[in-house]
């Protein structure tokens, strides 16, 4: 690559890039924190207030987002309040104000200063007492999620790519193996396994109940298994991953990624709810300064007054979008790390993705013994949808512990010779699923004209306008030997081939004649459908020929004229 043209250490543009890619990864969960917390005026419904007077306070509480920001980069002596909901007639006396030009004023009759409208907004002060900030909770919570989600992936990725600590990563065999108290706890907590031993009991009537109690509990053990995944699993895997960051930050990844699907839902449904409900919606107080009166000491005081309002239609939808988004965009996260859960080996990257050529597709792979894999048959192949993974179910059989992959190109369209001197097309078996697939004549090996053409920058091929023949080793010995005739220039359906011919080939090997050339049959289709799929299958032992760009001379030629090149 060409980062390693420019002097690279090995390892490093990769290490810069999982870097990078992490990095963006973890943006989004900062710019729901960013939106959440950064609610302003234009995101309340300013046409009716919750509040029916304003309330005037000495010091105002605010959003939990600002008093955590205050905490720790502002003075001791910055008067920012915050106070749990729960108002009561201490906290009105100690911070009461009274301003007599408000007096009798009422929230829907009062107007604000354009300097008023940039205020941050505050916890909403109603008779009901404060509201909680609930979107500074989700926005701090979703900020705590996505820093320790960010912080598994990079460590993951890292841990990948180095050649001394890949080996540590751990699959879910070895997290039982080494943190067996994580599975042990969970089955004594899931509350399943008494209802199990009655399903399977001998006896028809506990058998019975077994299953009836199974149905009528199914919800609420459903409800119970999620409060011990998100209270109890997490914080037990994440005290696992601060003591080994490597060997758990796949399981700790995947982990959060669930956590974080779960709460994404919630923040789905609850944002749906606010729009259904408009009684329900988050308030807020819109605030301004006026001269007033202390109630503790009746003493002159600078007072801080406001209305409630509720969040406005717009921001719940978007919220709810954001939701989705999230749960979706988790949901991916912890598919990426099934595959390295089920066997280290074949573990991915889980910040940095890659393009797939369509070529690819279909894939088709059976069994060593020719079979096909479980869930597939011979109609059906491995992979045949070419907008999900090409690599899937590799994983899942009873050797993949012991299995790799090889990519290589490969011609589409190749030519090899018989036995008696035919020269046959092979293809493999599958259907390709490449877009403008070249057909068997277009840049035949054995006799072609093409134009010439380099590999400029960016790998872009750009034409030279000049023209360029191919020729194949096989075609030209059979044009040496005579067994080809040239008679015609054109090709057509070819016959049926020999009995002979179809003797050589094994079960796994079906053979249709394509075409054949003055006569005689020159192409042959065949297909391998063994264990790898498209293994070229050869009538005559030997070597594989490669294209040559120019026509062979004789002897005598050469000694005349040296060689073009």
Not at 170 to 175: E, H, K, P, R, S
Not at 426 to 436: G, I
Request: glycine share 6%; net charge negative; with cysteine.
């Amino acid at each position: 690559m060409w980062a390693r043209r420019c002097g690279a250490k090995p390892r490093w543009p990769s290490r810069i890039k999982v870097v990078f890619f992490s990095f963006l990864s973890g943006t989004l969960g900062l710019s729901v924190y960013m939106y959440m917390s950064g609610l302003s005026t234009s995101s309340l419904d300013l046409s009716r207030s919750t509040s029916e007077h304003p309330l005037c306070l000495t010091s105002w509480p605010q959003k939990y987002d600002q008093v955590f920001t205050s905490t720790i980069w502002n003075s001791a002596e910055d008067d920012v309040l915050f106070k749990a909901p729960g108002a009561d007639e201490e906290f009105f006396a100690k911070y009461g104000c009274e301003v007599p030009a408000l007096s009798g004023t009422v929230c829907r009759d009062v107007s604000y200063h354009t300097q008023d409208l940039q205020r941050p907004l505050a916890l909403a002060m109603g008779a009901a007492g404060f509201d909680y900030d609930l979107m500074g909770a989700w926005a701090l919570w979703w900020l705590l999620l996505t820093l320790v989600a960010w912080v598994g992936v990079t460590i993951h990725d890292l841990a990948l790519i180095g050649q001394s600590q890949k080996d540590f990563v751990l699959d879910v065999g070895g997290v039982n193996k080494h943190c067996p108290c994580i599975r042990a706890v969970w089955k004594f907590l899931a509350g399943y396994r008494p209802l199990v031993h009655l399903a399977n009991s001998e006896r028809f009537g506990t058998r019975s109940l077994g299953i009836v109690l199974a149905v009528l509990l199914a919800p609420v053990l459903l409800a119970w298994n999620l409060v011990v995944l998100l209270f109890i699993i997490c914080p037990l895997i994440l005290f696992a991953f601060m003591r080994y960051p490597i060997r758990m930050s796949r399981a700790w990844v995947f982990i959060i990624s669930v956590a974080c699907v779960l709460y994404g839902s919630a923040l789905t449904l609850q944002q749906l709810a606010f729009v259904a409900r408009p009684d329900l919606r988050p308030r807020y107080a819109l605030t301004w300064q006026a001269s007033g009166l202390r109630v503790a000491s009746s003493e002159t005081s600078l007072c801080t007054c406001g209305c409630d309002y509720s969040m406005s239609l717009n921001v719940s939808v978007n919220l709810a979008a954001i939701g989705l988004v999230t749960t979706v965009k988790s949901a991916f996260l912890a598919f990426r790390c099934l595959k390295g859960l089920r066997r280290s080996q074949w573990a991915n990257l889980l910040s940095v993705t890659f393009p797939v050529p369509l070529t690819v597709y279909a894939v088709d792979w059976q069994q060593a013994d020719g079979q096909p894999i479980r869930f597939r048959d011979k109609e059906i192949p491995v992979q045949g949808e070419v907008a999900f993974d090409p690599f899937a179910m590799m994983d899942e059989q009873p050797d993949s512990a012991y299995t790799t992959v090889h990519l290589r190109p490969e011609p589409v369209h190749r030519y090899e010779k018989s036995e008696h001197g035919e020269l046959r097309v092979l293809q493999p078996c599958r259907q390709l699923e490449m877009p403008r697939m070249p057909s068997e004549w277009e840049r035949a090996q054995f006799k072609s004209v093409i134009e010439a053409e380099y590999i400029g920058c960016c790998g872009f091929p750009w034409p030279t306008g000049g023209k360029k023949f191919v020729y194949d080793e096989n075609f030209l010995e059979a044009l040496e030997r005579g067994t080809l005739a040239l008679e015609k220039d054109g090709l057509t359906p070819a016959k049926d081939m020999d009995e002979e011919d179809s003797s050589d080939m094994d079960e796994s090997t079906t053979a249709d004649c394509a075409v054949e050339f003055a006569g005689k049959p020159i192409a042959c289709q065949v297909r391998d459908c063994g264990r790898p799929s498209g293994t070229w299958q050869s009538f005559a032992p030997g070597p594989a020929s490669q294209p040559r760009e120019d026509t062979p001379l004789s002897s005598d030629e050469q000694e005349a004229s040296p060689r073009r090149l």
